[in-house]
Nanobody, 125 residues
C-alpha cells in the first residue's frame, strides 16, 4: 500500500494561489505516474492533471491549463506539487492525488492504484 497524503489546501480568494503537495513517506514516487483529481459538492470526481513516471510528460484538462502546474520535487523523490494560480470559485473541491503503476500520464481513474484522502480547496471572497 502506498500512503499518499495531500496537503496545502485551504481558503483562498478568487485570483489567488495555492500549492498542493502529494507525498508518500518512505517511498519514492518517481516510479509512478501521478494524477490529480477533484470532486466538487454534488459532482462526480474529475481528472485535471497528471505527470508520467521518471520525468515523463504532463497533461492538463482545459479547465486548468495555463493556471495549474504539476511538478516533481527532484530532491525529495517522495513529493509532488500542484501549483494553482488564478483560482476561481469553480475550482472549489476536494483535491486528490493518485499513483499508478503505469509509466504514462492518464486521465482514467481506473489506471491509478493508490489514492490519498484528499484536501479541501475553497475559493471564495
Amino acid at each position: 500500500q502506498l500512503p499518499l497524503v495531500e496537503s496545502g489546501g485551504g481558503l483562498v480568494q478568487p485570483g489567488g494561489s495555492l500549492r498542493l503537495s502529494c507525498a508518500a513517506s518512505g517511498y519514492t514516487l518517481d516510479y509512478y505516474a501521478i494524477g490529480w483529481f477533484r470532486q466538487a459538492p454534488g459532482k462526480e470526481r474529475e481528472w485535471f492533471s497528471c505527470i508520467g513516471s521518471s520525468g515523463g510528460s504532463t497533461n492538463y484538462a482545459d479547465s486548468v491549463k495555463g493556471r495549474f502546474t504539476i511538478s516533481r520535487d527532484n530532491a525529495a523523490k517522495n513529493t509532488l506539487y500542484l501549483q494553482m494560480n488564478s483560482l476561481k470559485p469553480e475550482d472549489t473541491a476536494v483535491y486528490f492525488c493518485a499513483a499508478g503503476l503505469g509509466r504514462y500520464c492518464t486521465s482514467y481513474a481506473r489506471n491509478y492504484n493508490y489514492w490519498g484522502q484528499g484536501t479541501q480547496v475553497t475559493v471564495s471572497s
